[in-house]
């Protein structure tokens, strides 16, 4: 495997997306993630190369549960693309795993994997270079120009504002300020009115054309598939108040900080396959790949702050060019590039999957995709099914490996698997008591890597 | 040096290239949100240098344990 293919798994559209977003709604972790995104898949670069253990069924079942976890984090975007484009979730999906079928049953397409992460990566870079030439900002600028706003308000040429926006998903949105949205299409909108003391709760039934007036303090909810028109000029509900509140996002939580930089980290060793002796490409791929996810965000700020209303990681890409007049035309690109990188990751993923399960590699992979397509249905955060995928990866495929199982055997067991079993014992086992847990251990249920890895790696050393 | 420990020493400074980060945006008084030419010390540091220097780092050790 060389090092752009493994690579392809890191880039997915759940990753990127996510960068994008966290950029855009001035999230205290966003720098953190862009950097720890550089990073972490870097570090597996660089991991030591070693003949890889004969498959074991624990490390396999392990490969396979993590590749299903990020794989239907993978699907959640392009089921939000098919509903921000009009459509139904179960649309996108079904042509995302379709299309995935089809590869799958082609001979020779991995050697086109790359060719997949670069038209995705070209795609993401040519519309982030069109955003900087239309609207002549270098990204610093853009940043500057984010900060310097008064206020983040619905743009004038916003798709929000112009022609109604789809919400991907269930949204509640807290008003600021009086606003009059409009609905574009039938659709139930739930109010929560704040009534002197108590909360005053009123369903509106609204036909198409009907406005609905809400004050400030009112929080409305939206199903998905709802479409709504906002006013222009009017602060975006649920950003930051300001473009000074956007660049001073306020500290970030050190817990969750360590334990998503532990995610990742470990989560690309398992997931990342060491580079080999051509793997010079790889590191810049992916710097360029992060930073213009990063930048995505920076425009989207600049010039229509209300592209994540739909709570959608998907949607900045669709919609920053459509807010921008003069490049309307690239809205494409964004498909463009989710599609090519969800097929890039994808294929990356079936690798790692193959290498473990053998002669069954196909039917494991379609069960996988299956189930994968299945689960993305329901309505996921597509960041906590990937954190969840990478965890798992982190503690039963990096951490035995870290710890130095390789092809080891103890009591007739290889190493790799017990170390393997163990992490994902305790993993699974701080998901399932997640609630019961004390209070001390209450992070550790949130983020079970940070027991589950270490518990791995202790159990690998004591018995090597 | 052995290509197995450039490659250690490699995945050690990459991760010593987090902290710094982790210092500037959990640190009281928010020194990560200092502007320097406009734009904050956070993300000039996670935006271009930490990235930048991570990035020539592992292409260096890459091509030093190739050798």
């Known amino acids: ?464 | 040096m052995s290509a197995a420990r450039w490659r250690w020493f490699g995945m050690l400074t990459l991760t010593l290239l987090l902290l710094p980060l982790l210092l500037l945006t959990l640190v009281p008084g928010a020194p990560g949100a200092v502007r320097i030419g406009g734009v904050s010390l956070a993300w000039w540091y996670a935006g271009l240098v930490a990235p930048t220097l991570a990035t020539v780092l592992a292409t260096a050790v890459l091509v030093r344990s190739s050798e």
């Open chain 1, 1 to 464: 495997m060389t090092a752009l293919r493994g690579l392809a798994a890191w880039t997915g559209p759940v990753l990127l997306g996510t960068l994008t977003t966290r950029v855009a709604a001035g999230a205290p972790d966003a720098p953190m993630l862009v950097l720890a995104a550089v990073v972490a898949p870097l570090v597996a670069l660089l991991q030591p190369r070693v003949d890889e253990p004969p498959p074991h069924l624990v490390s396999a079942a392990a490969t396979g549960v993590s590749a299903t976890l990020i794989l239907a984090a993978s699907f959640v975007p392009l089921g939000d693309v098919a509903a921000l484009l009009g459509g139904r979730r179960w649309h996108g999906v079904v042509v995302a795993a379709a299309l995935l079928l089809l590869l799958a049953l082609m001979p020779g397409v991995d050697r086109w994997r790359p060719v997949g992460l670069a038209v995705g990566g070209a795609a993401l870079v040519l519309g982030l270079l069109a955003l900087a030439s239309v609207t002549a900002l270098s990204p610093w600028t853009a940043w500057r120009d984010a900060a310097a706003r008064p206020a983040l308000v619905f743009s004038a040429h916003s798709p929000w504002v112009t022609d109604g926006g789809w919400f991907a998903r269930r949204a509640t949105l807290t008003f600021g300020e009086g606003h009059r949205l409009v609905a574009v299409a039938p659709a139930t909108f739930r109010v929560v009115e704040q009534d002197g003391t108590g909360d005053v709760v009123r369903d509106w039934r609204l036909a198409a054309g009907d406005p609905l007036s809400v004050r400030p303090g009112d929080r409305v909810t939206v199903e998905a598939g709802t479409r709504v028109r906002f006013q222009a000029g009017k602060r975006v509900p649920g950003a930051a108040p300001s473009g000074a509140a956007w660049a001073d996002a306020g500290a970030a939580s050190g817990v969750g900080s360590v334990a998503v930089l532990l995610t990742l980290v470990l989560g690309a060793v398992g997931l990342v396959p060491a580079a080999g002796r051509r793997g010079f490409v790889a590191p810049a791929t992916l710097l360029t790949l992060a930073l213009a996810a990063a930048c995505w965000g920076f425009y989207a700020v600049a010039t229509a702050p209300d592209v994540m209303l739909s709570g959608s990681v998907a949607e900045p890409l669709l919609r920053v060019s459509s807010a921008v007049p003069g490049a309307r035309h690239l809205a494409p690109l964004g498909v463009v590039a989710l599609v090519a990188l969800f097929v890039a990751a994808a294929g990356a993923l079936r690798e790692r999957v193959s290498i473990l399960t053998g002669a069954r590699a196909t039917v494991v992979w379609l069960t996988a995709v299956a189930v994968a397509a299945v689960a993305s249905l329901w309505p996921f955060d597509p960041w906590r099914l990937l954190l969840a995928g990478l965890g798992l990866a982190a503690a039963t495929l990096a951490a035995p490996r870290l710890a130095g199982a390789g092809a080891a055997r103890v009591g007739g067991w290889p190493l790799h698997a017990i170390g393997a079993l163990t992490g994902g014992a305790v993993f699974a086992a701080l998901v399932a008591l997640g609630p019961r847990l004390p209070a001390a251990l209450a992070f550790a249920a949130e983020w079970p890597v940070v027991l589950a890895a270490p518990a791995a790696l202790l159990v690998v050393k004591l018995l090597r």
